[in-house]
């Protein structure tokens, strides 16, 4: 069982920055990536940015968020970080940290931050 706490959302001007953390905990022997998603009203959950934790730092970005955010992991704090700059009001979102075998199907979740970037 592996159990993840985010923390860091917040209300941001269009062209600011964020960092978003999320604090794991547990077992992680059947976990291989970590990553983020984001879900906003009346859309889907959608995959941001993932990183592999084994092997470690191969990373995946949504194209909505290449060259803006950047995942990364402290293997000593067990804790994965998403440094959000140029911010967009079309990222406005609860942001949510996975924990899985792939980057597309999360098992474990936590249960998000509010992202909200005004313009």
């Known amino acids: 069982q592996v159990q993840l706490v985010e923390s860091g959302g917040g209300l941001v001007q269009a062209g600011g920055s964020l960092r978003l953390s999320c604090a794991a905990s547990?077992?992680?022997?059947?976990?291989?990536?970590l990553g983020w998603y984001r879900q906003a009203p009346g859309t889907q959950r959608e995959l941001v940015a993932t990183?592999?934790?084994?092997?470690?730092?191969?990373?995946n970005y949504a194209d909505s968020a290449k060259g803006r955010f950047t995942i990364s992991f402290d293997n000593a704090k067990s804790s994965v970080f998403l440094q959000m700059n140029s911010l967009k009001p079309e990222d406005t979102a609860v942001y949510y940290c996975?924990?899985?075998?792939?980057?597309?199907?999360?098992?474990?979740w936590g249960r998000g931050t509010q992202v909200t970037v005004s313009s």
């Open positions: 996975g924990a899985g075998q792939s980057p597309f199907s999360p098992m474990y």
């Open positions: 547990g077992v992680f022997g059947n976990i291989y990536v």
């Open positions: 990183i592999s934790i084994s092997p470690r730092g191969l990373t």
